[in-house]
């Protein structure tokens, strides 16, 4: 998942005739301690509200101090943010974003809290993001919903035949206007204070099956100069290797310097991210990573954000070692964090099985909506 403001789902729709509240942009504060800020803090405080409505988890809340390096960055991403007021309380937003380098698609996050939905709000919101997408050029709009563990019956089947969601009212929004359900992710959480000896095992099974050509590479970000070129690379190749269904990715183009830049908006924000790699020996290719991440607070939620195995470098169980590496390393980092939450497609069943091995059990789901505007 996006370390940014991830789409959430909220609860269904019939539109006011004569809406009584105002929509209007954003400003994005320079710091925290700017008059501007006030907003800025409202929207991060309505995000983890609606993320805590959706999946009865507190994992998905963010801090300002987190938050506000990537709104701001422009460079490699820009982020438009609108709010709904009735009066002077903001009771809905949507933040539309889109990558500089890479031009077919912009994805958005709609949030409106149940007691606000229902008037009108969450369609007026999504016609702007529609709106704003189609004047950027954009061929797609891409969202990703928040669901309960319980999907219920009937449940929410998306095109890749995996996986099931809950049909919220959020969901129900989305259907009718155009969206398609193409992927469903499986949100699972590992207990950080469990018995190592599972994962020890499993790391010393899989750097023996990898053997002599594979090594592990280990470090905390910001990335060492000399590792970010091939960091670039591995991390251009998540949009072309990770189970993605008929969502619409382009290709990405990384270099050295936007993963500096990107290292430094972690970094700005407050959070520790551990990186674990393996390294093929006779190329010094990084043909496998797994990021693990936590914000200030040391008693947090962890989150994993990206884990990949190069195509070309699959069956070497590198999946697994990266993995249960970068656990066992984080044990040291930070020791009194509870869990690690991480998302990934349900049809990836090679890495749904290295999670299950090592411990994680399903906590909530998420769905990855998809429209065509050509």
């Given at each position: 998942?996006?370390?940014?403001?991830?789409?959430?789902?909220?609860?269904?729709?019939?539109?006011?005739?004569?809406?009584?509240?105002?929509?209007?942009?954003?400003?994005?504060?320079?710091?925290?301690?700017?008059?501007?800020?006030?907003?800025?803090?409202?929207?991060?405080?309505?995000?983890?509200?609606?993320?805590?409505?959706?999946?009865?988890?507190?994992?998905?809340?963010?801090?300002?101090?987190?938050l506000l390096p990537h709104l701001q960055d422009g460079v490699d991403e820009k982020h438009l943010t609108l709010l709904a007021r009735e009066g002077s309380r903001i009771i809905g937003a949507v933040t539309v974003s889109h990558a500089t380098a890479e031009p077919s698609s912009a994805e958005f996050d709609l949030?409106?809290?149940?007691?606000?939905?229902?008037?009108?709000?969450?369609?007026?919101?999504?016609?702007?993001?529609?709106?704003?997408?189609?004047?950027?050029?954009?061929?797609?709009?891409?969202t990703w919903t928040l669901h309960r563990a319980d999907a219920g019956d009937p449940a929410l089947v998306p095109r890749t035949g995996w996986g099931r969601v809950s049909p919220t009212p959020h969901a129900q929004l989305l259907l009718e206007r155009g969206f398609t359900l193409e992927q469903a992710e499986r949100?699972?959480?590992?207990?950080?204070?469990?018995?190592?000896?599972?994962?020890?095992?499993?790391?010393?099974?899989?750097?023996?099956?990898?053997?002599?050509?594979?090594?592990?590479?280990?470090?905390?970000?910001?990335?060492?100069?000399?590792?970010?070129?091939?960091?670039?690379?591995?991390?251009?190749?998540?949009?072309?290797?990770?189970?993605?269904?008929?969502?619409?990715?382009?290709?990405?183009?990384?270099?050295?310097?936007?993963?500096?830049?990107?290292?430094?908006?972690?970094?700005?924000?407050?959070?520790?991210?551990?990186?674990?790699?393996?390294?093929?020996?006779?190329?010094?290719?990084?043909?496998?990573?797994?990021?693990?991440?936590?914000?200030?607070?040391?008693?947090?939620?962890?989150?994993?954000?990206?884990?990949?195995?190069?195509?070309?470098?699959?069956?070497?169980?590198?999946?697994?070692?990266?993995?249960?590496?970068?656990?066992?390393?984080?044990?040291?980092?930070?020791?009194?964090?509870?869990?690690?939450?991480?998302?990934?497609?349900?049809?990836?069943?090679?890495?749904?099985?290295?999670?299950?091995?090592?411990?994680?059990?399903?906590?909530?789901?998420?769905?990855?909506?998809?429209?065509?505007?050509?």
């Amino acid at each position: 998942m996006n370390p940014t403001l991830a789409p959430r789902s909220t609860p269904a729709s019939t539109p006011s005739p004569s809406p009584s509240f105002t929509i209007s942009e954003m400003t994005v504060p320079a710091t925290l301690d700017d008059e501007a800020a006030a907003d800025f803090l409202t929207l991060v405080a309505l995000n983890n509200a609606v993320c805590l409505s959706d999946t009865g988890l507190e994992d998905f809340a963010r801090t300002p101090e987190e938050l506000l390096p990537h709104l701001q960055d422009g460079v490699d991403e820009k982020h438009l943010t609108l709010l709904a007021r009735e009066g002077s309380r903001i009771i809905g937003a949507v933040t539309v974003s889109h990558a500089t380098a890479e031009p077919s698609s912009a994805e958005f996050d709609l949030m409106v809290l149940p007691p606000d939905w229902g008037r009108g709000v969450e369609n007026a919101l999504l016609d702007a993001a529609e709106a704003h997408a189609r004047a950027l050029g954009r061929k797609v709009l891409q969202t990703w919903t928040l669901h309960r563990a319980d999907a219920g019956d009937p449940a929410l089947v998306p095109r890749t035949g995996w996986g099931r969601v809950s049909p919220t009212p959020h969901a129900q929004l989305l259907l009718e206007r155009g969206f398609t359900l193409e992927q469903a992710e499986r949100n699972s959480a590992l207990d950080l204070h469990a018995d190592d000896a599972p994962v020890e095992r499993m790391l010393a099974e899989a750097l023996a099956a990898a053997g002599d050509d594979y090594r592990v590479v280990e470090w905390t970000l910001p990335t060492p100069p000399e590792l970010r070129d091939g960091y670039a690379w591995a991390l251009s190749r998540m949009s072309t290797d990770a189970p993605s269904g008929d969502l619409e990715i382009d290709e990405e183009v990384w270099d050295a310097e936007r993963i500096a830049r990107r290292d430094a908006r972690f970094v700005d924000g407050g959070q520790t991210v551990s990186v674990a790699a393996v390294e093929h020996v006779p190329t010094g290719t990084l043909a496998a990573f797994n990021e693990l991440a936590i914000g200030a607070d040391p008693s947090g939620v962890t989150h994993q954000y990206c884990t990949l195995v190069l195509k070309e470098h699959r069956g070497h169980r590198l999946g697994q070692i990266v993995k249960c590496a970068n656990v066992l390393r984080w044990r040291a980092i930070a020791p009194h964090s509870p869990r690690i939450s991480t998302f990934n497609a349900e049809e990836n069943r090679p890495m749904l099985d290295i999670n299950e091995a090592m411990g994680f059990t399903p906590v909530s789901y998420a769905g990855a909506w998809q429209k065509r505007l050509e």
